[in-house]
């Protein structure tokens, strides 16, 4: 059973274009997680968000965590080439380890 | 520079022999991960450990071993490879628990004949 549903599965958009990144549980966490991985490499943390309801921005990226802190958006403006990747959540509940979401693949073209 | 290093990058190996995956990590981090990717599986957890020779199990842990004798190093082995254990596995560390983020390696690309 996949604690964490991402959605869309796959994105494909141009440069220039918004878009938005679901990651959706019935669960709640104590924090939920935001990465990115590009081919052949590591996921890389972008953000981590601990308050239900709280906003993180990182330039172009924006990240929201729900009130009851059981789901998470990442919205993108004006993607970039450079965009293009796995984008995966992942939540904190009790225990040690994170839980990770399927992914979502973005393709950004010029 | 990441502090993480996963050994080696890619492995070919037959069915039923041993394989022993490296982690080295030069962070000091208490916590260090074992993950396997498959297509439509996304990360699943094979192992964890939260200090020197303290380590659990995660959701897919059947014919995978580890050990920690050293903070800096997390070992996985496969028992007995099967070709269901061809996958990408990445090792992460976490400095105190997992509301923390972690800091993944380059991954070992598997593959099991």
């Known amino acids: 059973t996949q604690l964490l549903e991402q959605s869309p599965q796959f994105l494909s958009i141009q440069e220039g274009e918004n878009l938005t990144v679901y990651c959706n549980s019935s669960s709640v966490f104590s924090s939920l997680q935001w990465y990115r991985q590009e081919p052949g490499e590591g996921p890389v943390l972008l953000v981590t968000v601990v308050t239900g309801g709280e906003v993180k921005k990182l330039k172009r990226l924006t990240f929201q965590f729900g009130d009851a802190r059981k789901d998470s958006s990442l919205h993108i403006t004006a993607a970039q080439p450079g965009d293009t990747g796995l984008y995966l959540c992942a939540g904190a509940k009790s225990g040690y380890a994170l839980n990770f979401g399927k992914g979502t693949s973005l393709l950004v073209t010029p | 520079d990441a502090g993480i290093t996963q050994s080696p990058r890619h492995k070919v190996t037959e069915t039923g022999t041993p394989v022993t995956l490296r982690c080295h990590q030069t962070?000091?981090?208490?916590?260090m991960y074992w993950y396997r990717q498959d297509p439509g599986h996304g990360l699943r957890l094979i192992h964890y450990s939260y200090g020197v020779k303290d380590t659990d199990k995660g959701e897919v842990s059947d014919g995978y071993s580890v050990s920690r004798s050293k903070t800096e190093d997390f070992l996985l082995t496969l028992e007995s490879a099967t070709s269901s254990q061809t996958s990408v596995y990445f090792c992460a560390i976490n400095p105190d628990g997992p509301n923390y983020g972690y800091t993944f390696g380059s991954g070992t690309r598997l593959t099991v004949v």
């Open positions: 962070e000091n981090h208490r916590y």
